[in-house]
């Protein structure tokens, strides 16, 4: 927050209502605020519906939402820095969940395999659909309403390629599905934790990315500002290709976490996924993928709390519902400050 | 696979033995999207309004009639009207907060509306039939919605079709589709002179620069709600003649796909062009549906994805090459940020 900005608000909230005050608290402290209202719903919800339900469903929200996290920041880094609202971008979760499919089923390689050789073969596909589409695209200085549409254009293709060869029938990856931990009363399978762990750890080596190497900090400038940090010397034709091979690679793996900790696969399970990560990218402030990842993080409890007190069926409406309350109440985001709309 | 694609392969399929009532059905469809495309024409070609909303408009129109006619017992000359009243005031209550927001962001949170409809639609069984369909099982049984539909039909077809020696099986679908492609003209006709007028030149004035609209004293949001709310009027229409199609409603109908595949009708005939929206439904839909007849060996799975991957290029290759679409004006394809 720009300094000046914190005296003039001192200065105006001389002689103010405390309603007012209370306001502008809220409008410079959104992470804070949102923070404490989770903490509150948290703690209702434990106090009223008993701590282990409670207990058990934030495990299970915690496994969802890291793996929603992984996918969300890719798709809020390639809007930030491309300005590319990407509708394929769930589809991009289930073409690498089917590749690892394909490797660990079809030809019966290891799981972590199958994983890696899934997030590479996604990667190179990030870096492919840049340099056919989305690079000559630019150079056109398409509109926006154009690349929109070649999205929804190139999420038909990919959910329909893995739809013409695997089949429109759930699919399962060879994961263990029996074994399960327990501590106090609660559980967790052995996949979903191992799920959890690799998700956490990614998302930190991400974040630490970003923040530290100069790759990240390039990153974040051009999320910031394409034109100035192009004109300070980034070389951005470069960046944006590490962008790509980051956010895809990232996509294919949410898709084979997702997949190996939900249990089965379909063809059309990416792009159920896409307005749960919209919600979390629009909730941790667009192109800004610290706010991704805690966005995904609250979808993910958000969802599975929402069992607790509403039938089940309305879970996949969750995300839909946040998404939509943000847009009206703070479409910034949580992190996100008004100068960015 | 994907439900709609589900749907429209279950109605068509059924048909598929007489070339003629395939074709018919194939019509009947390319209608329908016209109607959707034609509302989503002024949004998007006019006022520059990216609605994704269109699907969630049209469940409402089709729900809303449904229930109206079959629960409440309403008459069509009531129920039609006040389900197109229950849409367009959804669609006033969507705009309201949402066409302040960014064009991307008034684009995710119109799907987000849609998809809300729709699992409300699927969840709360005892409005809706959810899944199950009971209000179909309803429909069946009392046939309040559709029989007038029904006796209409036989009469258009005993005193317009027969004459002329369109009678039989092969044709039992040609009223509706007659009555959906006149109404698709009428639209078409009736929106072309109302962005005609000057009403609609301030349509076009915001959708080139809200600013400078604005400048000159004109209410942008006021003009922009107006726009939204005779789009999803135009949807309710839609959504009836997908219920008069089905003789049933249900919530797969309604995905966000209807409302991608509306968008690629509307760009294939171009952007600013009502006729453009007519020709791009054909085409759309008979190129479609064509891909059926070419035998490639493949099973049904395969070839449903194989449509949809061509749709798909289709999409991509004309956004990149002819972004103007067939019939459009490549000045009013200008949508910027």
């Known amino acids: 927050m720009p300094a000046g900005m914190e005296a003039s608000s001192i200065a105006a909230a001389n002689g103010a209502t405390p309603w007012q005050r209370a306001r502008r608290f809220a409008d410079e402290n959104p992470a804070g605020i949102f923070l404490a209202i989770m903490a509150l719903v948290g703690t209702a919800l434990a106090a009223t519906q008993g701590l282990d339900d409670f207990g058990q469903r934030t495990i299970n929200g915690f496994v969802n939402g890291s793996s929603i996290a992984l996918g969300a920041i890719g798709l809020t880094l390639v ?57 000559p695209m630019r150079k056109r200085k398409a509109g926006m309403l154009q690349l929109l549409l070649m ?43 191992y799920v959890l762990i690799t998700a956490m750890l990614v998302l930190l080596a991400v974040a630490t990315l970003l923040r530290v190497t100069s790759l990240g900090r390039q990153m974040r400038a051009l999320a910031d500002n394409f034109d100035l940090a192009e004109t300070t010397g980034v070389d951005t034709g470069r960046v944006v290709i590490w962008t790509w091979v980051l956010a895809a690679g990232l996509a294919g793996l949410a898709g084979v976490l997702l997949g190996a900790s939900g249990g089965s696969i379909n063809p059309n399970f990416g792009f159920q996924l896409l307005l749960s990560l919209f919600a979390a990218v629009v909730l941790g402030g667009i192109g800004n993928a610290y706010g991704a990842l805690a966005g995904g993080l609250v979808i993910g409890l958000a969802q599975e709390w929402s069992t607790l007190v509403i039938d089940s069926i309305w879970k996949e409406a969750v995300s839909f519902i946040v998404l939509i309350i943000v847009l009206l109440v703070r479409p910034q985001g949580i992190f996100g400050s008004s100068r960015s709309l | 696979m994907s439900a709609v694609a589900d749907t429209l392969l279950v109605a068509i399929s059924t048909d598929f033995l007489t070339q003629w009532s395939f074709w018919i059905v194939v019509g009947i469809f390319a209608g329908i999207y016209g109607v959707l495309a034609l509302g989503l024409q002024l949004n998007v070609g006019y006022t520059g309004v990216l609605n994704f909303g269109q699907a969630g408009f049209m469940a409402i129109g089709a729900y809303s009639a449904v229930i109206l006619v079959v629960d409440v017992g309403l008459s069509y000359a009531a129920a039609l009207p006040l389900s197109m009243l229950i849409t367009v005031g959804a669609g006033l209550l969507v705009g309201l907060p949402a066409l302040r927001l960014r064009s991307d962001y008034l684009a995710i949170a119109t799907i987000a509306f849609s998809e809300v409809v729709r699992i409300t639609a699927k969840n709360a069984r005892e409005l809706t039939g959810g899944n199950q369909g009971t209000l179909d099982i309803e429909l069946e049984n009392n046939r309040f919605f559709v029989d007038p539909w029904t006796d209409a039909s036989t009469w258009i077809g005993d005193n317009l079709l027969d004459p002329i020696g369109l009678s039989g099986q092969d044709f039992i679908n040609m009223p509706l589709l007659l009555v959906i492609w006149l109404t698709l003209g009428a639209l078409a006709i009736g929106l072309t002179l109302l962005v005609r007028s000057p009403w609609g030149r301030v349509l076009r004035a915001i959708r080139e620069d809200e600013d400078a609209a604005r400048a000159l004293g004109k209410n942008a949001f006021s003009y922009k709600m107006q726009s939204l709310g005779i789009s999803a009027g135009i949807a309710a229409i839609a959504g009836w003649f997908l219920v008069f199609q089905a003789e049933s409603v249900n919530q797969q109908s309604f995905e966000p796909l209807v409302t991608f595949l509306a968008y690629a009708v509307l760009v294939l005939g171009g952007l600013a062009s009502f006729g453009g929206v007519l020709a791009g439904t054909i085409i759309f839909w008979f190129l479609l549906e064509g891909l059926r007849e070419i035998d490639l060996g493949l099973d049904g799975n395969q070839i449903a994805s194989l449509r949809f991957i061509v749709a798909g290029l289709v999409l991509i290759l004309l956004m990149a090459f002819r972004p103007q679409g067939v019939f459009g004006k490549k000045e009013e394809m200008v949508l910027g940020e």
Request: glycine share 8%; no cysteine.
């Open chain 1, 79 to 135: 809007y930030g820095i491309l300005r590319l609202t990407n509708f394929a971008h769930g589809d991009m979760l289930t073409a690498g969940a089917y590749i690892a499919l394909l490797f660990n089923l079809t030809l019966e390689l290891p799981f972590i395999l199958s994983l890696l050789i899934a997030v590479a073969a996604m990667a190179a596909l990030g870096v492919i659909l840049e340099l056919v589409m989305w690079r």
């Open chain 1, 151 to 193: 999205t929804i254009g190139l999420a038909f293709v990919l959910r329909n390629v893995v739809q013409f060869f695997a089949g429109a029938d759930p699919k399962s990856l060879d994961v263990n599905v029996t074994d399960s931990y327990f501590f106090l009363d609660l559980s967790i399978g052995r996949t979903q934790l």
